[in-house]
Every structure is written in C-alpha cells, then in structure tokens.
C-alpha cells in the first residue's frame, strides 16, 4: 500500500509505514495533533490524534489560478490583452518590405 499522503499547512507529511498499528487518516476538514519525524526524505506522520470529537470544520476556499480570469473584469482581461500584443509588437524585430 502506498504512503498516506496529508498537506498540514502547506507542507506534504507521509504517513509512515513502519507504524504498528497502521495510521488511521483523518477526514478532510478535521482538525488533528500530529506527531511527525522530519528526515532528508521528508516529514513522516508518526501519530494522529483527531481533535474536537471529529467534527468536520468548513475550509477557506482557495481560488484557482487561470479559473474565470482570477476576478478580472471583462474590460481588465481586454486591456491584459491588447497590452501584451502591443509589449510583443514593441520587442519583435522589424522587417523592412524589399
């Protein structure tokens, strides 16, 4: 079985296999104590305690990247535009007509 994989503010954590018995993962949204064990190979979940009776808490939103303009206006993505092809126009090399 592959390792467990569980991102704690921003940082990957495996969960390790050589844990007897086995890591039972939390659900996404519950809030955990974790004991973990840092390594050149990375950051190794060595224990999990589910905090708050194992309510599940609501998580921000993060918005994507490149998803409906980032909340850019119309005319904003519009002027995005025309100032690239004009910042292209300005670099590209001119050709003289024969």
């Known amino acids: 079985m592959p390792p467990a994989l569980v991102k704690v503010n921003g940082e990957w954590c495996n969960a390790s296999q050589y844990v007897n018995p086995p890591?039972?993962?939390?659900?996404?949204?519950q809030r955990v104590n974790l004991q973990v064990e840092r390594t050149e190979r990375g950051i190794w979940i060595q224990s999990i305690?589910?905090?708050d009776d194992g309510q599940i808490h609501q998580l921000p939103q993060q918005q994507r990247r490149g998803a409906g303009g980032g909340g850019r206006s119309p005319?904003?993505?519009?002027?995005?535009?025309?100032?690239?092809?004009?910042?292209?126009?300005?670099?590209?090399p001119r050709h003289d007509p024969i």
Do not use: F, T
């Open 75 to 92: 005319a904003e993505l519009r002027d995005i535009r025309r100032l690239s092809v004009l910042k292209v126009a300005a670099v590209s």
């Open 23 to 29: 890591l039972e993962m939390p659900k996404v949204g």
């Open 49 to 51: 305690e589910v905090l």
